[in-house]
């Protein structure tokens, strides 16, 4: 199997290529799991100052990014992916990332991220080479490349063979539909705080059924709105019920 193809058009790259060299992505680039490259929209600006942008028509503030140059990067950066690959433009506008799509952008073949700079892009280069608008976030950002660092760590995690065990992905908050249990580690005792008894004492079932009703419990304080479409276990409702009496307070306000 062959390195999963990720070409980048973005005007920063100095931005993106960070993640590709460290930690978990920089590991799997190094062993060839992961391929990517990078395209500039100025290297194919006409004009003598290499200039990419220009005003926008009907006025208003900043620039926008022009279409001949950015037409002829993607269609470079396209060329390299193989068929079938999905193309985005980060867009603030654009479908929420969530682990879902995250996990059927890891099954495609390839990925083209389209990286936005100013005020944002001439619009029919969005709809003439057919690139999908993602969102990292509800925030904005100064450009779409610190984004495209993001869907890149969040997908390359998810190919065969990037992280060390083969469980990790899947025991991964949102890939189980819950938000993460606690975690623990030496020292037993610190500061006045102790590890939960049940995780010392060896019982994988009790210390299963245990994280469960973390995952639970933490999901119905944190993000309540991942259960309601969450249909439960008779052992999962119970786990659940009793973690809601042991935390009487209730959902965290303005969670989602």
């Known amino acids: 199997m062959g390195a999963y193809e990720i070409s980048v058009v973005a005007l920063l790259p100095e931005l993106v290529e960070p993640v590709t060299r460290y930690g978990v992505v920089g590991r799997a680039c190094e062993r060839g799991l992961v391929r990517v490259r990078h395209v500039s929209p100025r290297a194919y600006a006409l004009e003598p100052h290499r200039a990419v942008d220009d005003r926008p028509y009907g006025g208003g503030p ?150 469960l009703k973390q995952a639970l419990g933490r999901t119905w304080q944190r993000r309540p709105k991942l259960l309601e479409n969450r249909v439960l276990s008779v052992e999962e409702r119970s786990l659940l019920d009793e973690y809601i009496a042991e935390h009487a307070s209730g959902p965290v306000e303005g969670s989602s």
């Open 62 to 211: 900043g620039m926008v990014l022009k279409y001949e140059p950015l037409r002829d990067a993607v269609r470079v950066a396209r060329a390299s992916l193989p068929a079938g690959s999905r193309a985005f433009i980060l867009s603030a506008q654009g479908r929420m990332l969530n682990q879902a799509l995250v996990e059927e952008l890891a099954e495609a073949p390839g990925l083209l991220l389209v990286a936005g700079r100013y005020e944002g892009v001439d619009e029919r280069i969005i709809d003439h080479e057919g690139l999908e608008e993602l969102a990292v976030g509800q925030y904005i950002l100064t450009g779409g490349e610190l984004a495209a660092a993001v869907v890149i760590d969040a997908v390359t995690r998810l190919l065969p063979g990037v992280l060390g065990h083969e469980d990790s992905a899947r025991q991964d908050s949102y890939t189980t539909g819950l938000l993460d249990y606690p975690h623990y580690t030496r020292p037993e005792q610190i500061d006045g705080l102790e590890v939960p008894r049940v995780l010392l004492e060896g019982h994988h079932e009790a210390i299963s059924r245990w994280r």
